[in-house]
């Protein structure tokens, strides 16, 4: 069947296929793929966190740069990240896929086993979910549910002037990856910390680890995840949180990949730090008598890295300080 495509198959046999991946759901997921909707058990005392994302075929990715078991695994991760950055714990995701009729069986399937891979390893059992025929772009919907307690919630509202920003790993790898696949870079020819960038773009991981310890810990005032790029997860908590901002242009922990492949091209790396979406790294707000406790938590996640990059202010605005001269700190990335 190398030559089969979705539409030989069937919905209903993609369905059948689909839940052969899957497997048998645990034991709190009474009901699971192949019913009207998906049963959970919930966890006492906790509350249940929803979160979805989409990506739209020519808007988040290309087929002819990126191969399907990528767009499988990032289809899920982008949910994950919204989880990690409310510090919940995933526990069960949802898939709903729009599907060309003419796509190859074999990249369905490459599709569903990376998106059932990086399920099992966050605990998020695939349930359930809904296909379609596309006549035009491949379109895949995430949902992902989480867990959290209710005094361990992480938002965007809850930082006041003086909080210390932190940054969970570098930026900028996914922009600058996504700008070497649009430019027609081989692959076989970036340098490993440039292929790493494509890497990240392709593949991104949630902080998950890092997320849930700061909201066990209740070492963070406010968080979000980097989905649109600093720049934007700046802009939000300070405008959620009522506050100004300045980040230190010179602490931003840039992606040797990015800096790379920016002298390559005579491009600015900082730029692509700060205003280039899909990192999916966290960005925390921190009271400074909390900051023991923060880096306490920070332990768990080590293997990360933070990095205090910036502040919450009194004063209205969001900056970029360059040595001590303040201008303004840009956009990240909006659909419209």
């Given amino acids: 069947m190398s030559d089969a495509t979705v539409a030989s198959v069937g919905e209903h046999g993609l369905i059948e296929r689909l839940r052969a991946r899957a497997g048998s ?92 891979a ?5 605990g998020a059992p695939l349930v359930g979910g809904n296909l379609s025929r596309s006549p035009g772009p491949l379109v895949a919907d995430s949902i992902a549910l989480g867990s959290v307690h209710r005094r361990r919630v992480l938002r965007r509202d809850g930082g006041r002037p003086g909080d210390e920003l932190y940054l969970t790993g570098t930026v900028g790898a996914a922009a600058a990856g996504l700008a070497m696949l649009s430019t027609g870079a081989k692959r076989p020819e970036l340098q490993p910390e440039e292929a790493e960038c494509v890497a990240r773009y392709e593949r991104p991981d949630a902080r998950l680890r890092c997320g849930t310890a700061m909201g066990r810990a209740r070492a963070a005032a406010a968080c979000m995840d980097l989905s649109d790029g600093l720049a934007d997860a700046v802009r939000q908590i300070a405008a959620a949180s009522h506050t100004g901002a300045v980040i230190d242009a010179a602490r931003v922990p840039v992606h040797p990949g990015a800096r790379s492949w920016a002298q390559r091209t005579h491009g600015d ?4 730090a700060v205003s280039g979406g899909e990192d999916y790294e966290l960005l925390f ?10 880096r306490a938590a920070g332990r768990l996640c080590s293997d990360v890295g933070l990095t205090h990059v ?19 700190l840009g956009q990240g990335f909006a659909h419209f």
């Avoid at 949910?79 to 714990?89: I, K, N, P, V």
């Avoid at 790396?269 to 692509?272: C, E, I, M, Q, S």
């Avoid at 707000?285 to 923060?294: D, K, S």
């Fill in 118 to 122: 990086l399920a099992s390893r966050a």
């Fill in 285 to 294: 707000a921190v009271r400074p008598r909390w900051r023991g406790a923060f």
């Fill in 25 to 116: 759901p645990p034991a709190w997921i009474p009901i699971g793929i192949g019913d009207d909707a998906a049963v959970i058990e919930p966890l006492r005392g906790e509350l249940t966190v929803v979160t979805t994302d989409s990506l739209v075929e020519t808007v988040h990715f290309r087929r002819d740069w990126t191969p399907l078991a990528a767009v499988g695994h990032k289809a899920l991760a982008v949910s994950l990240s919204d989880l990690a950055a409310m510090g919940a714990t995933p526990r069960a995701s949802l898939l709903s896929l729009a599907l060309p009729p003419d796509l190859p069986l074999r990249e369905f399937d490459e599709f569903i086993d990376a998106f059932l």
């Fill in 310 to 328: 910036g502040r919450l202010t009194a004063e209205p605005g969001v900056w970029l300080d360059r040595g001590g001269t303040l201008e303004p």
């Fill in 269 to 272: 790396a900082l730029a692509l």
